[in-house]
């Protein structure tokens, strides 16, 4: 049976004191660290969540930036292919001009050397026949 006698006044006593030193040495301290941990751990979470909005920000603005640049460059893609083909239809109709022109050129000289060559082949075709004949008639003719 359990007697109540001074012992067990100076077990709780003892029990007292020990909860408190053990409470002062080793819960405390432990508990502190704990808490330290979790704060480390809170804070590193906090500061990854931090960092994957940033990313998640400057992806968004990567995207936009890109978006823009390869509209922009569309643009600017089909404005030189109208340009070009603005450039082009000058160019071929130039080149058809100065050819008609060269053509007539052309023509205008052939037409003149044709003439000029039929006068002379006909005054020698006079000439040859007029030897012709003073050969045949064996006189000269007047």
């Given at each position: 049976m359990i007697s109540l006698d001074w012992t067990l006044i100076l077990?709780?006593?003892?029990f007292f004191v020990l909860?408190?030193?053990l409470n002062k040495l080793l819960y405390r301290p432990l508990v502190a660290i704990m808490d330290?941990?979790?704060d480390k751990i809170e804070s590193g979470n906090q500061r990854a969540q931090e960092?994957?909005?940033e990313v998640d920000e400057k992806m968004r603005h990567y995207q936009q930036q890109l978006?823009?640049?390869k509209s922009d460059a569309a643009q600017e893609r089909a404005a030189?292919?109208?340009?070009?083909?603005q450039q082009e239809s000058e160019i071929t109709g130039?080149?058809?001009q100065k050819a008609v022109t060269r053509i007539k050129d052309i023509r205008e000289q052939v037409g003149r050397e044709a003439t000029e060559a039929g006068q002379v082949l006909n005054s020698e075709a006079k000439?040859?026949?007029g030897q012709i004949a003073t050969k045949v008639l064996g006189r000269k003719l007047a």
């Open positions: 077990q709780f006593f003892n909860l408190f030193f330290q941990r979790r960092i994957e909005a978006s823009t640049a030189l292919r109208k340009a070009g083909q130039e080149a058809q000439a040859l026949a």
